[in-house]
């Protein structure tokens, strides 16, 4: 497959700040295709802005090796940051962006308030490799992945309404995020503004997409005004 096979889309969610994917492409001649501008008002306050878009596999047969997302042009007079996000309906809360990057490479330690069952896909890199593990959880009993990840950027799993899931830097480490009640997702916000830097995926199945969010932030009375954060993608 070629790049042509490739799209970028808007999730469903509103102005695309989140859930799964649209039908609608990112049209790349098209201003203000992700972003809108900063007000005015805004601007002299300062503050954040979140939205998430998906890359998608369009071939029909081919997956697309394991890649590298990043921001292949940084915006003027603010940050950009990227995390990981899923093609899910329930992945519409960007407040699951409270993972902190792991110290050192370590096992990824679960651990939920009260019984609980789910299972949950650990995303992030092992040796440098692109990794998804499965997890299922044990109560407030610990488990563990099976392999020691350096880079963990996002957990998925189905939502409930009333548990927490603590993740921790290994077996009775220092705690580094947590999944909440009614979300999805807990992912790490990152730079990501080089291709070595980015968020490491591993093949992408024809006709399945993974989804990314983007957020931009700029400090009371910044320059600000059209801020779209152009992505990059390409194999590993």
Known sequence: MDGTDLGWYLSSGGSSEGGAKSATPIVDATDNNVFADVSSAARIAGGTEIRKIFLENDHATDPYDPHSIW????????????????????????????????????????????????????????????????????????????????????????????????????????????????????????????????????????GTSEGIWERITWSAGAIVGAQDVPLATETI
């Open 71 to 206: 921001i292949s042009t940084a915006p003027s007079h603010c940050t950009a940051e990227l995390g990981l996000g899923f093609d899910d309906v329930d992945d519409d809360e960007p407040t699951g962006g409270n993972l902190v990057a792991f110290g050192a490479a370590a096992q990824v330690a679960l651990t939920s308030d009260a019984a609980d069952d789910r299972s949950v896909d650990v995303h992030g890199q092992v040796s440098g490799v692109p990794t998804i593990e499965t997890v299922v959880l044990a109560g407030t009993d610990v488990v563990l992945t099976s392999a020691s990840f350096d880079v963990v950027d996002a957990l998925h799993t189905t939502v409930s309404a009333s548990r927490t899931v603590a993740i921790a830097e290994g077996y009775g480490g220092t705690v580094r995020g947590t999944i909440d009640p009614g979300v999805a997702n807990c992912f790490r916000w990152q730079a990501a503004l080089s291709k070595s830097a980015g968020i490491w995926r591993p093949s992408l199945v024809a």
